[in-house]
Nanobody, 112 residues
Framework: QVQLVESGGGLVQAGGSLRLSCAAS????????MGWYRQAPGKQRELVAG???????NYADSVKGRFTISRDNAKNTVYLQMNSLKPEDTAVYYC??????WGKGTQVTVSS
């Protein structure tokens, strides 16, 4: 069982930046895939970015070049650096371990 707690969300103007953190209750060293997902009102949850235990990353086309995912195994934490934010990035952002264990999410609101 892995418990995940997201933090770092908030209200930001378009063009601004936020860094989300996802703190795990156990070591993430051996967790093969950690991901950030988001769900906007009326839309399905979608993968934003993911990172493997080997450090390989993947991103949704809509965030490539603007968002960066990273993991700090020593701190059992995964980060999502979000730059050049757009109003369409507004959503609840969730962290997940292997898409099995999920956090409760953090709200990100980008104003125009």
């Amino acid at each position: 069982q892995v418990q995940l707690v997201e933090s770092g969300g908030g209200l930001v103007q378009a063009g601004g930046s936020l860094r989300l953190s996802c703190a795990a209750s156990t070591s993430i060293f051996s967790i093969t895939y950690m991901g950030w997902y988001r769900q906007a009102p009326g839309k399905q949850r979608e993968l934003v970015a993911g990172i493997t235990d080997g450090g390989s990353t993947n991103y949704a086309d809509s965030v490539k070049g603007r968002f960066t995912i990273s993991r700090d195994n020593a701190k059992n934490t995964v980060y999502l650096q979000m730059n050049s934010l757009k109003p369409e990035d507004t959503a609840v952002y969730y962290c997940a371990a292997k898409a099995i264990y999920w956090g409760k999410g953090t709200q990100v609101t980008v104003s125009s």
